[in-house]
């Protein structure tokens, strides 16, 4: 579980976060959601690490990690796997390496006998058993995001987060990507943070749901009650699509949303 309080971040003056709180569940999928420069990413940086907030908390099971010791902070940072907007694979390494480049870093015991094993294991629970030689050029973008989820967890991570995992997908692949990260987190019991804004993961995946506007926390809740808010930034963001406009006007007249 990872608890923040009172989130607070600025850059040059202008205020990004204004005083986040939220709890971020073990064995579920948080969705940070919003519109592009509400916020969300900078606060996935806060909470990862990459960016000190200027004011506030951030706990992982009950350890503190703002302003902590370094050391304290690494045990933490080992424990961390992270899937980046747009893979940020290594161009000079394959695949194996890619994934097991992770391991070399945070695993010194392991031998590479143990790390191979480990990668092959990785590769196969994300689909992608026989692409170990391919370099990350020879890769579609649904498998370049499969290979940054094999190396996110590699580490054996207790917390894993995901920045944009559907963007450049298309919307089969989007799918595929979302179920995956969906079953990973069940599976091996992790705490899940998406910064998102696409409705689809909403709908999928969306087991806890901030919704950010203006750098603030305007809603919580799961994907069963999202649409059915008085939140009106939120109801901006969820119907600016006309399929959700026929869908919610379905849903008030109690006809079938199946039949869209």
């Not at 951030?58 to 424990?79: A, P, S």
């Not at 031998?111 to 629970?125: A, Q, S």
């Not at 696409?198 to 806890?208: A, K, P, R, T, Y």
């Not at 969820?238 to 006007?249: D, E, H, T, V």
Request: some cysteine; charged content about 25%; aromatic content about 6%.
């Amino acid at each position: 579980m990872i608890e923040i309080h009172n989130i607070h971040k600025s850059f040059n003056g202008v205020q990004v976060l204004k005083g986040i709180d939220g709890v971020f569940e073990t064995g579920k999928t948080t969705l940070l959601l919003g519109a592009s420069g509400t916020g969300k990413s900078v606060l996935l940086q806060c909470i990862v690490g990459l960016v000190k907030p200027d004011l506030g908390s951030i706990t992982y099971d009950g350890k503190v990690f703002t302003n902590n010791r370094l050391d304290l902070k690494q045990e933490i940072r080992r424990k961390i796997g992270m899937l980046f907007q747009g893979s940020a694979l290594f161009d000079s390494m394959n695949v194996q390496e890619n994934v097991e480049f992770p391991l070399k870093m945070l695993t010194p015991d392991m031998t590479k006998e143990e790390r191979l094993d480990r990668v092959e294991f990785c590769l196969k629970r994300v689909g992608l058993e026989a692409a170990h030689k391919k370099m990350p050029s020879e890769l579609s973008g649904g498998m370049k995001k499969r290979v940054g989820i094999a190396r996110a967890i590699a580490p054996n991570c207790t917390y894993l987060f995901c920045d944009e995992p559907n963007s450049g997908l298309d919307p089969l692949t989007s799918i595929k990507i979302d179920e995956l990260i969906y079953e990973i987190t069940k599976e091996y019991n992790i705490t899940t943070i998406i910064v998102t804004h696409d409705m689809n993961s909403v709908i999928e995946i969306g087991d806890h749901i901030m919704f950010l506007h203006n750098g603030l926390k305007l809603w919580e809740g799961t994907k069963d009650n999202i649409m059915d808010t008085n939140v009106k930034e939120l109801n901006d963001f969820i119907f600016a699509n006309s399929l959700m406009r026929a869908a919610k006007r379905i849903e008030e007249e109690g006809g079938d949303i199946d039949k869209l």
